[in-house]
């Protein structure tokens, strides 16, 4: 309901229930009416029917009814929909004389949240009898009052209104006195005694009356009051007013003592009996006495008490002026005062339901509050505006006269504001204007709106080889704005690759990486996994965080050899001729590193030699060169080690073994060689053919290389006197002869090999031949010596492909200059000259020059003379 009634009399209700009436009947949108009384939980009607709402869903829908004040008066019933009395219903101690009494409500439902207004009008029933303020009044009149005077009596009182209320009286039978029954402005009867038999003292002395007064209930109630009359001796002359009415008006907050009219009496006689004494009459009600005085010498009405517009517009004050006779004489008169309303009462802002906390999902339009507006002063002083500020997502309507409904008008966002303070401020349009304020405190609840986020897309990490298992290698992060579980994270990763998820692992709840074994560099060096970080929302969010983890290598590979092999049963003898000038190469030391970067770097070093100032190594390239010219009493043997070291911390090393047979001793070294029985080769006969027809066409245009073949030719004669075994095969080590830089990988297998034709006299001619190779692994043993042939071959494996290089290249190699000094060494000795081409040849393909791109390019087989 609007309001509860404010203690402190009758008409105090009157006034309050006057407000009920007009803020809620213009704006019902239903109406219902109940007798007083009425029992507790007696129907009022059926507001669901009438609202045609769906009673099925009523319950679900929490319809409850609101008011301003604390007491509820009635209630609605989810069950059936109907609005029934929740406490007891006293019209006259709810609205006193206003009528209708109309009670005004407000219904409220959830999901989704509407606002019904209504009114009941409490019906009266005649419950209350009349009652005189006094069971007795006496009245003293002279026997010279003519016939015609009028003699006002005290009015009785009947809290009932309509047919209930007072509506007559009636005097007990006499010879002198009617009763004359007259309404007042405000609808109210009083009585007025009538002189109509003159009066005689001698006769009378006094008279015994009762007026009885009756209420129009049925059956009707009444009460009554003894009236006596003395009858007295006269007074010639009565006191007159000026005028029977005196109207006057006074503003509500006139204070104390402000002058409202006077009033004027005058009287013939002379002494005593012309003194008039001014008195308020017995009509004039208590609560009058209270806000009005009255000057009794000089008639001076004046504000005793605080008026109020809101309770009271109209006062009736009944006055009336008596001379000082031994038997006064008594005029009447009526003032009415009117009491012109000021804006003197600011609005009063009830909020009779607020919808928090609210979505922060909700849709524009939806109903957050409903507030109840009151101003107790009338015309334009209690016209009210009601507005909130600017600058945020709601807004403020007026749905029925006197409510407002705040609503939303954009999306809201909690990660942005969590909840709002709204100031509602109710502004009168008085002069000046008077407002109020109201804060309506409105949360907004979490909606998990928002995916997970991390302050990088993705995550590279770089991590030793040979860890310790179970380590953690990363936090991953990531954050979530929501509230609660919207923004509980968990981490899981994606199995994309499978081994990803028997090598790591990630916490759930803080997302650390963690390693389950331990990583090697040369086995894997980067692996590539995608962490999903998901909200626990429903339903739930969730974002992809890519995670890069690099290996990083530790020197834990110490070089391995392959040229010449370690621990190999087979003799590795490379030729060098007498007279080899300083700077020549004669072999190569070919190695590799499984391991990356400097750890990989592979630097030589001549740790051991039969002469060490005959030979000298290249400390990158692993190339064995000829420190001076070889002389020709040089020892026809001699053994190299090499040690081997890569350039980690701590370093790691390997040593390789080099024998180098002097030329002047070939035949010692054919005749090691010749120990080897190679298997036979059943191509032997067409590769022969085509090398001859390779040297044929090469004859035909290079004339001069044809006459070298016929010298060498002449040459191989010769040297049969020198061997008596037929032929052989000079055995070579197959190997790759090119420069094998520090790799990250493995090596990769030839693709190629050589074969080098010797006469028995290699002084005089040799030829070499590349051809390519289908299946060769390094370091097999297919060389084959073969007797009846006219020459000796020595087949060496190589490779087309070249090993990718360390970040930091070694020194280069040696220049064109000692190349042509290997070409001028070809003519000294047949085995020397033999073993020179081989080594130039070694040279070419290591060193990564120009002839080594040739030969890459050329798949065929090619012969040299």
Known sequence: LSREPRGGGR??????????????????????????????????????????????????????????????????????????????????????????????????????????????????????????????????????????????????????????????????????????????????????????????????????????????????????????????????????????????????????????????????????????????????????????????????????????????????IYLQAKDKGAVPGVANCKVLVEVVDVNDNAPEVTVTSVYSPVPEDAAPGTVVALLSVTDLDSRDNGLVNCFIPPGIPFTLSSSLKNYYTLKTKAALDREEASEYNITVTARDSGSPPLSAVKHILVQVSDVNDNAPKSSQDSYDVYVLENNVPGISILNVSATDPDLGRNGHLSYSLLQGDNTVGHLFSINRESGALHLLTSLDHEDRMEFSMMVQVQDGGSPPLATNLSVNVFVTDLNDNAPTVLYPLPNSTSSYTDVVAPGTPAGHVVTKVVAVDADAGYNAWISYTLLQATDPTLFSVGLHSGEIITARQLREDEAPQHTLVILLKDHGEPALSASATVSISVAERVKEALTDLTDVTPPHDPKRHMTFYLILAVILVSAAFFITIVSVGIFKCYKWRQSKELFNSSRSTLYRTPGPFHHVDAVRGGFTPPNFYHQVYLTTDSRQSDLLCKKPITSSPLGSRQNTMRSGEPGLYHQMVGTASRLPAPTERPPPPLGAGSRRDVGGALHQSGAGRAQSLIDWQQSGAGRGGDGGRDRDRDRGETCLL
């Open 11 to 316: 008409a105090a209700v009157l006034s309050l229930c006057l407000l009920l009436a007009a803020s809620s009947g213009a704006s019902a949108a239903i109406r219902y009416a109940i007798p007083e009384e009425a029992r507790r939980g007696s129907a009022v009607g059926n507001v669901a029917a009438d609202l045609a709402l769906d009673p099925a869903r009523l319950s679900g829908r929490r319809p409850r009814v609101v008011s301003g004040g604390s007491k509820k008066y009635f209630a609605v019933d989810p069950a059936s929909g109907a609005l029934v009395v929740s406490s007891r219903l006293d019209r006259e101690e709810l609205c006193g004389a206003l009528s209708p009494c109309t009670l005004s409500f407000e219904i409220v439902l959830e999901k989704p949240l509407e606002l019904y207004s209504g009114a009941v009008e409490i019906q009266d029933i005649n419950d209350n009898d009349p009652v005189f303020p006094s069971g007795q009044a006496r009245l003293e009149i002279s026997e010279s009052v003519v016939a015609g005077t009028r003699f006002p009596l005290e009015s009785a009182q009947d809290p009932d209104v309509g047919i209930n209320s007072l509506q007559t009286y009636q005097l007990s039978a006499n010879p002198h006195f009617v009763l004359d029954v007259q309404t007042r402005v405000d609808g109210s009867k009083h009585a007025e005694l009538v002189l109509e038999k003159e009066l005689d003292r001698e006769e009378q002395r006094e008279l015994h009356l009762v007026l009885t007064a009756l209420d129009g209930g049925s059956p009707p109630r009444s009460a009554h009051m003894q009236i006596h009359i003395d009858v007295v001796d006269s007074n010639d002359n009565a006191p007159v007013f000026n005028q029977s009415t005196y109207k006057a008006s006074v503003r509500e907050n006139t204070p104390s003592g402000t002058l409202v009219t006077k009033v004027s009496a005058y009287d013939l006689d002379d002494g005593p009996n012309g003194d008039i004494v001014y008195s308020f009459s017995s009509h004039t009600p208590a609560k009058v006495r209270e806000l009005f005085a009255l000057d009794s010498d000089t008639g001076e009405l004046r504000v005793k008490g605080q008026l109020d517009y809101e309770e009271t517009k109209l006062y009736e």
